[in-house]
């Protein structure tokens, strides 16, 4: 069955740029819409934002300025980027497959836990 | 953004009682409301979708209703896994939000 894993640093400095990469086992990219969901310790759910395979992206507007999500199909990998770290970035963070009908997201990474800290 | 109530934020019930999470949205959503559920150090894990429709998997005590703006969740009968925080999330619109939360502790 399709699995994700998110992997990447845990700890970011303030100011630098979180890096998380997603890969996909089990299944394929292509064809799917790919996403990102952050939880900080103790709160809840803010969704961050979806690219389809073909590169178009949607972002929440809250964190469009500084994030980047991107895709590399060849490697069944996707990747976001969140420049200018602060403490109120620091959540865990889950690559999610949403639905493109009713857009649930209904296949889930571990989540990967990162702190911005000096 | 279109805002996700949920209420109670926390219940306490017991093994085998019924229970029903709430959940409101700031403006019509139609039918695009989901449920998740959400157990400590696991990502969430979907429910139902679309308001009434129970994921591949899920038992079936588990049901949800309702459309436009007021939606609930029902467990018919407590288990002992089903204590958990339960999460609403709206599907109409971006950026997608969810709601706060509500938390099911044992009695």
């Known amino acids: 069955q399709v699995q994700l894993q998110e992997s990447g640093p845990g700890l970011v400095k303030p100011s630098e740029t979180l890096s998380l990469t997603c890969t996909v086992s089990g299944g394929s990219t292509s064809r799917y819409y790919w996403g990102w969901i952050r939880q900080p310790p103790g709160k809840g759910l803010e969704w961050i934002g979806y690219i389809y395979y073909s590169g178009n992206t949607n972002y929440n507007a809250s964190l469009k300025s500084r994030v980047t999500i991107s895709v590399d199909t060849s490697k069944n990998q996707f990747s976001l980027k969140l420049t200018s770290v602060t403490a109120a970035d620091t959540a865990v963070y889950y690559c999610?497959?949403?639905?493109?009908?009713?857009?649930?997201?209904?296949?889930w990474g571990r989540g990967a836990l990162v702190t911005v800290s000096s | 953004d279109i805002q996700m109530t949920q209420s109670p934020s926390s219940l306490s019930a017991s093994v085998g009682d019924g229970v029903t999470i709430t959940c409101r949205a700031s403006q019509s959503i139609s039918n695009y409301l989901n449920w998740y559920q959400q157990k400590p150090g696991k990502a969430p894990k979907l429910l139902i979708y679309a308001a009434s429709s129970l994921q591949g998997g899920v038992p079936s005590r588990f049901s949800g209703s309702g459309s436009g703006t007021d939606f609930t969740l029902t467990i018919s009968s407590l288990q002992p896994e089903d204590f958990a925080t339960y999460y609403c999330q709206q599907s109409y619109s971006t950026p997608y939000t969810f709601g706060q939360g509500t938390t099911v502790e044992i009695e």
């Open positions: 999610a497959r949403p639905n493109s009908g009713y857009w649930y997201f209904d296949l």
